[in-house]
């Protein structure tokens, strides 16, 4: 079917709203990690559903927080952003009756730029029908959203209602991306936010926040159909390395099975993973490591 309308939708919120769960129910793929920490993802991830003659292309962006890092700067200007230069955006938010300052600065950010937005509150299956009344009233009062709509990302309720709210935001067009393309992440890039999410679920507290991966080889043999990939871990400090190591490298050896299998998964071939530490002190601060990791302003 000919696409006839196509558009930019940011989708954004506070962290660990379930933004990344909705952008993999949307497509129905897993194409952004997900963790239940705050601040998984860090950069824009873009996201593409096709629907009849609609194109929707989903801007899953990171939590809007108070950043202590030059990294947080980074993702916090990547939220802001996002909003702008888009057809509408999706605020996501938890099902509570309070209105808090991320929440209040990205309603602020949509007023000024007087873009169309639809309020999606998530995790509608933790709460009874009276209390999801109370949230709607709240964020109605605030500003007056095109839709309102109850979601459960992790089910995959209220998706596709989702989708037919926000299709006369869509303009009349071509398609911007071709039909075969669910995100504009290489494949390489996803390989390396596979092996930082297995970091995240596998290590407590601060530690997996301050890590970096960075792919030195991707190598994908044709004769054989199997990809080398050798991947660097970065850290902050020399404990921090020794954690993720673990007693006679056993931590280390299960983050990268873990993330051998996904990758297989995802690259629909076998993998030779090579993963190695290294320290680099306070490299959330170092602008320079910061663009090295891939995380810059101009995507």
């Known amino acids: 079917m000919e696409i006839k309308k196509s558009g930019m939708i940011a989708v954004v919120g506070r962290p660990n709203v379930g933004k990344s769960t909705l952008t993999n129910a949307l497509v129905g793929e897993k194409i952004a990690i997900v963790t239940n920490k705050p601040q998984t993802t860090r950069n824009r991830i873009c996201a593409v559903v096709n629907r009849g003659e609609c194109q929707y292309v989903f801007l899953d962006t990171p939590g809007l927080h108070r950043a202590r890092t030059k990294l947080g700067d980074y993702m916090v200007k990547v939220v802001k952003e996002s909003v702008a230069d888009v057809d509408a955006v999706v605020l996501m938010v938890e099902p509570i009756p309070h209105i808090g300052a991320p929440e209040a600065e990205l309603i602020q950010r949509v007023k000024a730029l007087n873009v169309p937005a639809v309020l999606a509150i998530n995790k509608i299956d933790t709460v009874e029908k009276q209390d999801l009344l109370a949230v709607m009233e709240t964020y109605g009062q605030a500003h007056p959203f095109q839709a309102i709509v109850p979601v459960s990302a992790r089910r995959k309720e209220g998706v596709e209602e989702l989708l037919g709210l926000l299709e006369p935001f869509l303009p009349e067009g071509p398609q911007l991306f071709p039909e075969d393309m669910i995100t504009d992440q290489p494949e390489r890039q996803i390989c390396g936010e596979i092996l930082r999410e297995k970091l995240l679920l596998c290590l407590d507290k601060e530690i997996p926040h301050g890590t970096a991966v960075e792919l030195t080889r991707f190598i994908e043999r044709e004769r054989d159909e199997v990809i080398e990939i050798d991947a660097t871990i970065y850290c902050e400090k ?53 663009h090295n990791f891939g995380y810059q302003n101009d995507r």
């Open 238 to 290: 020399d404990s921090h390395k020794g954690i993720i190591i673990g007693k006679g490298g056993a931590m280390l050896k299960k983050i990268s099975t873990l993330a051998r299998q996904e990758m297989e998964a995802f690259m629909g071939a076998k993998i030779y993973l090579q993963t190695w530490v290294k320290v680099k002190e306070n490299w959330r601060d170092n602008l320079n490591l910061i």
